[in-house]
């Protein structure tokens, strides 16, 4: 019987290395999304990503806004979505609160998606309080077959 010498080191930094590139990858995006806006949001509007064969789909929540009051902005396959919710002034409308629990104020939310989309292909649609960001996704080139000689 042969002893195979092992060194368990070489499999602990292997493991080792591999967190750390996790972790420089979500700090990376995390900067990213920070830069976008992000970290001044007084409050964020709850968000689905999903995804079919052609396209990626952001929806978002945003009951009681105007379309006047969205704003989409597209950059290196970062989605920013932005946007102010006002406060009803009791004055203006000739009433008092009693509570308010209702989010307002401005948001700022930026997204990536994992593949190359044609950013001038966005489409969005806002209906019954639910922002639609639909992205198509860049199809890939087939495989070109090369001929040997």
Same mark, same amino acid.
């Given at each position: ?31 990213? $999304?920070l830069?976008? &806006? ?5 409050w964020?509007? /709850?968000?689905d *990503?999903?995804? +079919?064969?052609? #396209? ?33 002034n ?10 308010? $629990?209702?989010?307002? &104020? ?7 998606? /994992?593949?190359? *989309?044609?950013e +001038?292909?966005? #489409? ?26």
């Open positions: 019987m042969t002893i195979i010498k092992k060194d368990i080191f070489e499999d602990i930094f292997g493991v080792y290395q591999k967190l750390n590139q996790i972790f420089d990858d979500r700090l990376a995006r995390f900067k990213k $999304e830069k976008a &806006g992000e970290e001044h949001s007084s964020m509007p /709850p968000v *990503i999903y995804e +079919d064969d052609a #396209s990626f789909i952001i929806a978002a929540e945003l009951p009681g806004f105007d379309k006047k009051e969205i704003d989409i902005k597209i950059k290196d396959n970062t989605i920013i979505l932005q946007g102010n919710r006002k406060l009803r009791p004055e203006e409308h000739g009433f008092n609160y009693h509570r308010i $629990e209702m989010n307002f &104020g401005a948001f700022s939310r930026a997204f990536n998606v /994992p593949e190359k *989309i044609d +001038d292909k966005v #489409s969005a649609v806002y209906i019954d309080g639910v922002l639609e960001i639909r992205l198509l996704k860049i199809k890939a080139p087939p495989a070109a077959k090369i001929k040997i000689k």
